[in-house]
């Protein structure tokens, strides 16, 4: 078991860019989700999936992000036209179905200049 | 919908003392409830959890929390700091069947002092 890994830690861009996160799960569980985290702020829910299945898409943020699990492993998570509000810590976390008990990533922080 | 607040987001005691960080929530279905940790530079770890059996949990590093549905809280307790248990501690709940998502709070720093 290695645990949640997310791809970049750090990405620092340049307002309107896309940016794309990447998350590898506990490799038996079978739900993954994503969520954002500012300062001074608990983690906020944005989406999940069940196995390659997004289950709960409506809160995300905007349009401008979107999400993807194509084959029930990993998933990316992207935001297009990024703004400076786009800043924050971005976590991903898989459970096992049923227990609602979520294991975390370290996160991707994005600052956006 | 469920909805969980931390009162007060800094909390400060000394090596040795009781620790005491609150958590109110709300939800219209019988809840599961969380308290993660979170260390400087580090990913959320799940501390403890209620899930409906005994109301006194008992988690990790000598933490628990005790479900009063009457208060609908959730305090978590230890009852001697140690230095390293200075991080940041989230509280949050669930629906009770164990498939809705997790809401969490805003957090409480803990601060030890020696």
């Known amino acids: 078991d290695t645990g949640v890994s997310q791809d970049p830690r750090h990405k620092i861009t340049k307002r309107g860019q896309n940016v794309t996160f990447r998350c590898d799960p506990i490799s038996e569980h079978n739900r993954l989700y994503w969520y954002r985290q500012t300062l001074g702020q608990g983690p906020e829910f944005l989406t999940y999936f069940q196995n390659e299945a997004q289950l709960e898409k409506s809160r995300l943020l905007s349009n401008r992000f979107s999400a993807e699990r194509p084959k029930g492993s990993f998933s990316t998570l992207e935001i297009q036209r990024t703004e400076q509000g786009d800043s924050a810590m971005y976590l991903c976390?898989?459970?096992?179905?049923?227990?609602?008990?979520?294991?975390f990533g370290e996160g991707s922080r994005l600052t956006v200049l | 919908a469920q909805s969980v607040t931390q009162l007060g987001s800094h909390v400060s005691v000394s090596e040795g003392a009781l620790v005491l960080l609150r958590c109110n929530y709300s939800s219209s279905v019988p809840p599961y409830l969380f308290w993660y940790v979170q260390y400087p530079n580090q990913g959320l770890q799940l501390l403890l959890k209620y899930t409906s059996a005994a109301t006194l949990v008992k988690g990790i590093n000598g933490f628990e929390a005790e479900f009063k549905k009457s208060e609908t809280s959730f305090h978590l307790t230890k009852p001697s700091a140690h230095m390293s248990d200075a991080a940041e501690y989230f509280c949050?709940?669930?629906?009770?069947?164990?498939?809705?998502?997790?809401?969490f709070g805003k957090g409480t720093m803990l601060l030890v002092s020696p």
């Open positions: 976390a898989s459970s096992p179905e049923g227990t609602g008990e979520l294991f």
């Open positions: 949050a709940v669930s629906g009770n069947s164990g498939y809705s998502t997790l809401t």
